[in-house]
C-alpha cells in the first residue's frame, strides 16, 4: 500500500494516522472506523473465487490456496471486532458483482444487497453472516 501512497492519505485522518504502517492491514481499517463511528453500518461483498484478488496474492508469493478460506479468516477477525459487521461470499470468479443482477439475486435467492441493513444477518444462507 506505500506504492500508492496510503500512508500517507491515511495519515491525515486521525482515526487512522495511530495505525502502524508496518502493522496496516484491510481489517484494522474496518476495525478502526467501525470503532471512531459506531453507528456506521460496514459490510463486504466478496466473490469465493475472485480471479482479481487471486492474482494480487499470487504478486504478495501466495500460490495454490484457496481464497474463500483466507477471506472467511479475515473477514471473521473484523466480525469479532465489530458484531454489526456484514458480510456475504459469493460463489464466484467475477471481481465486482455491483453492475450485475446477482448483486440481488443469486442462485435462486435473495442476493447479499437485497439483505443489507435490515434484519438479522447472522442466522440467513449460507455464505451469509
Known amino acids: 500500500m506505500a506504492g500508492w501512497g496510503v500512508r500517507q ?18 481489517e484494522r ?4 472506523a467501525g470503532r471512531a463511528n459506531p453507528t456506521l453500518r460496514l459490510a463486504q461483498i ?13 504478486i504478495l508469493g501466495i500460490t495454490g490456496k484457496p481464497l474463500a478460506p ?4 479475515h473477514l471473521d477477525d473484523i466480525q469479532a471486532a465489530l458484531p454489526t459487521f456484514r458480510r456475504y461470499l459469493i460463489p464466484s470468479e467475477e471481481h465486482t458483482i455491483l453492475t450485475r443482477p446477482t ?4 442462485g435462486g435467492r435473495r442476493g447479499p444487497a437485497a439483505g443489507l441493513g435490515c434484519g438479522n444477518h447472522r442466522r440467513q444462507a449460507v455464505g451469509r453472516r
Open 9 to 26: 492519505a491515511l495519515g491525515e485522518v486521525p482515526v487512522f494516522a495511530a495505525i502502524d504502517s508496518a502493522g496496516l492491514t484491510f
Open 29 to 32: 481499517l474496518y476495525i478502526a
Open 46 to 58: 466478496n466473490q469465493d473465487h475472485d480471479a482479481v484478488q487471486l492474482q494480487f496474492l499470487a
Open 70 to 73: 483466507l477471506l472467511q479468516a
Open 103 to 106: 448483486l440481488l439475486h443469486h
